[in-house]
């Protein structure tokens, strides 16, 4: 069974431009979440998506933004791009998402602002 | 928010030793435990998972150990190996709260 996998890889922007990262679950998985990973602030949670709705948000601004498809693919989306926004943005998918679910995480998609 | 943290940023072992990586969470409600190992350039690993109502799980030369007394989470790697070198994170997720929360990360480092 094919991982979890994320598109780009890679991504380099200037400020105020915006971003869409996509994310491929595993097949069968309906819980995607999105997580930001800093060195200074490791892994924060966004959010989480199940049967296309989000379910589940963390800290962030209102810039940070996502949506889920009928098919469980996932986006999210930064708008207004700030140079602290660079970072491995990682998603990750479970079953359904219950406290007890595992989550497979993906590559990650490197993101640079200048 | 949860607070899930880390003893040591940084540990070094001999290849062929065994390693101990800990983790202190703070909610007492916590009911489910996952360490990951991140490499270089990847996305976290699933490692091996444990639920509240147990206190040691075993894997394939690693060993969970959850101690709830003190809200403590260690990971045992036996005969630890190079490609064993890698950041190592705990998370914890919460029945009430239903999302996780991770530790900074311990670096382990095997010299050879």
């Known amino acids: 069974k094919a991982g979890v996998t994320q598109t780009p890889r890679y991504l380099i922007k200037t400020r105020g431009q915006q971003v869409t990262l996509s994310c491929s679950p595993i097949s069968g998985h309906r819980s995607v979440s999105w997580y930001q990973q800093t060195p200074g602030q490791g892994l924060q949670f966004l959010f989480e998506y199940f049967s296309e709705t989000q379910r589940n948000k963390g800290n962030f601004p209102g810039r940070f933004s996502g949506r889920q498809f009928s098919n469980s693919r996932s986006e999210m989306n930064v708008s207004t791009l700030e140079l602290g926004d660079s970072a491995l943005y990682l998603c990750a998918s479970s079953l359904v998402g219950g406290n007890t679910d595992t989550q497979y995480f993906g590559p990650g998609t490197r993101l640079t602002v200048l | 928010g949860e607070s899930v943290g880390l003893h040591l940023p940084t540990l070094s072992v001999q290849e062929g030793d065994n390693s101990i990586i800990n983790c202190a969470y703070s909610?007492?409600?916590?009911?489910?435990f996952i360490w990951y190992k991140q490499e270089s350039g990847k996305g976290p690993q699933f490692i091996i998972d444990i639920r509240s109502n147990m206190d040691k799980r075993q894997g394939q030369r690693v060993t969970v150990l959850l101690n709830k007394t003190v809200k403590h989470l260690s990971l045992q790697i036996a005969a630890t190996q190079p490609g064993d070198s890698a950041v190592y994170f705990c998370a914890e997720n919460t029945y009430n709260f239903n999302k996780f929360y991770f530790g900074s990360g311990t670096k382990l480092n095997v010299k050879p």
């Open positions: 909610n007492s409600a916590s009911d489910y």
